[in-house]
T-cell receptor
Framework: EAGVAQSPRYKIIEKRQSVAFWCNPI?????LYWYQQILGQGPKLLIQ????????DSQLPKDRFSAERLKGVDSTLKIQPAKLEDSAVYLC??????????????FGSGTQLSVL | RKEVEQDPGPFNVPEGATVAFNCTYS??????FFWYRQDCRKEPKLLMS???SGNEDGRFTAQLNRASQYISLLIRDSKLSDSATYLC??????????????FGPGTSLSVIP
């Protein structure tokens, strides 16, 4: 079974530039998550989709971050403009989304972003 | 208060030692609890779910105390390969079943030869 695919694996940009990350969840998984993990910290949920609808985006800095999940499959996360404090690993995860709260999350390898 | 808190660590233990990690959560309505393991520069992976009755998987034992809103993970006979960051994860407690999944800050473990 194919896992969660993310790209790019690494990205280096200068502050105020824009960047986009892509995620392809496991086939058939209804729930998709974007997490931000700063070095030395646990993953912080940015946004959670159920199919193509947003379940939670309370911690997404909406002035600069945006995310979409077209047709309830692939998702993109964009930062515009980037700040130095956005340097982190951006993790995408998916789960079956059958409505159970005890679902396992499957993570992609993440995109490591460095903002200079 | 943070939603999920863990021992700050790091824990440095010799091979063969027993080590325990603690985690507390703030939302008393939370429904599901997990321990994830994250190796250096890798993504988190599920280690085990945590049930009210307690559960064991080989050298790993997880416990949940709902009254105290406390979760623990015990690792017996530590191996070098156990070196990683252990993340406490809490789910549910909101109005719908699709509640956000909250990760704790993690506790780092280094098992020393």
């Amino acid at each position: 079974e194919a896992g969660v695919a993310q790209s790019p694996r690494y990205k280096i940009i200068e502050k105020r530039q824009s960047v986009a990350f892509w995620c392809n969840p496991i086939s058939g998984h209804a729930t998709l998550y974007w997490y931000q993990q700063i070095l030395g910290q646990g993953p912080k949920l940015l946004i959670q989709f159920q199919n193509n609808g947003v379940v939670d985006d309370s911690q997404l800095p909406k002035d600069r971050f945006s995310a979409e999940r077209l047709k309830g499959v692939d998702s993109t996360l964009k930062i515009q403009p980037a700040k130095l404090e956005d340097s982190a690993v951006y993790l995408c995860a998916s789960s079956p989304g059958q409505g159970w709260t005890n679902e396992k999350l499957f993570f992609g390898s993440g995109t490591q972003l460095s903002v200079l | 208060r943070k939603e999920v808190e863990q021992d700050p660590g790091p824990f440095n233990v010799p091979e063969g030692a027993t080590v325990a990690f603690n985690c507390t959560y703030s939302n008393s309505a939370s429904q599901s609890f997990f321990w994830y393991r994250q190796d250096c520069r890798k993504e988190p992976k599920l280690l085990m779910s945590v049930y009210s009755s307690g559960n064991e998987d080989g050298r790993f034992t997880a416990q949940l105390n709902r009254a105290s809103q406390y979760i623990s993970l015990l690792i017996r006979d530590s191996k070098l390969s156990d070196s990683a960051t252990y993340l406490c994860v809490v789910n549910g407690g909101g109005k719908t079943s699709y509640d956000k999944v909250i990760f704790g800050p993690g506790t780092s473990l280094s098992v020393i030869p």
